[in-house]
């Protein structure tokens, strides 16, 4: 095992360049390392100056995405050891603004996810009197894959149709949209297909794939997507050939 590694580092400090540059790091090799490891040691020990986000070093709150090697992955959970050896490049994720070195703008996903009301819609609550809104374990498992969701961003990094239109609503908020969608308690379906039946929604969507691909929690919004499809032609069916059947 090599003593140290080198990390090539994309930096962009606005104030102090017009693009993006890379530099590079050497840091100590630890077989128990992650990739983010590295970056906290450079962090500590070496260029106090160096910006990304991180929090709960545990794969659960999904800040610390990044490209490494070209890979969309959560540098928390990728061991240096499994890298090839020698030089590791290390980007921000890609199809975002970068505001400053390994941080990006998360502005646009935001607004699109406030677009499919990721929360409980109801059009009356039942009275507290009444009790809880019980499910039975049936109904919890049609939406918790959907509901692992921790908006990491590596969907939308390693999804070829964000990058190339923009206003795609992007993987993540339609899987978010389906853990609502499938919720027993919840009374927002048509609402949210009226949002993503557009074509910025899951039409534009071509089934690459890569956004399961690289998903660190296995929500597997490809599918998401394609289930959305199905509800969506149904939903057509019902509208139009069939108008009696209109909701």
């Excluded at 986000?53 to 890979?71: F, I």
Aim: hydrophobic residues 35%.
């Amino acid at each position: 095992m090599p003593d140290t590694v080198t990390l090539e580092v994309q930096r962009y400090r606005p104030e102090e360049e017009t693009g993006p540059a890379w530099q590079r790091y050497e840091v100590p090799f630890r077989p128990e390392w992650m990739v983010l490891d590295a970056l906290n040691y450079i962090k500590d020990h070496l260029d106090g100056t160096l910006s990304y986000r991180w929090a709960c070093r545990m794969g659960v709150c999904g800040s610390c995405g990044m490209l490494v090697n070209g890979e969309p992955v959560l540098t928390c959970a990728t061991y240096l050891e499994e890298l090839p050896h020698g030089s590791i490049r290390v980007e921000p994720l890609r199809g975002f603004p970068v505001i400053r070195d390994l941080i990006f703008d998360l502005t646009d996903f935001l607004n699109k996810l406030k677009r499919v009301s990721p929360w409980l819609v109801r059009k009356k609550e039942q009275p507290v009197a009444d009790g809880e809104y019980r499910q039975t374990p049936d109904q919890l498992a049609e939406y918790k894959q959907y509901s692992m969701c921790i908006n990491c961003m590596l969907c939308y990094s390693a999804c070829p149709i964000y990058e190339l239109e923009p206003e795609f609503i992007g993987p993540a908020a339609i899987a978010l949209a389906q853990r609502y969608n499938h919720d027993s308690r919840d009374e927002g379906v048509q609402a949210r297909m009226d949002v993503l039946s557009q074509h910025d929604g899951i039409w534009a969507c071509t089934f690459v794939g890569e956004c399961s691909a690289v998903c660190p929690t296995n929500v597997d919004p490809a599918a998401a997507i394609q289930r959305y499809k199905l509800s969506a032609t149904l939903d057509w069916v019902k509208s139009t050939v069939l108008p009696w059947g209109k909701r």
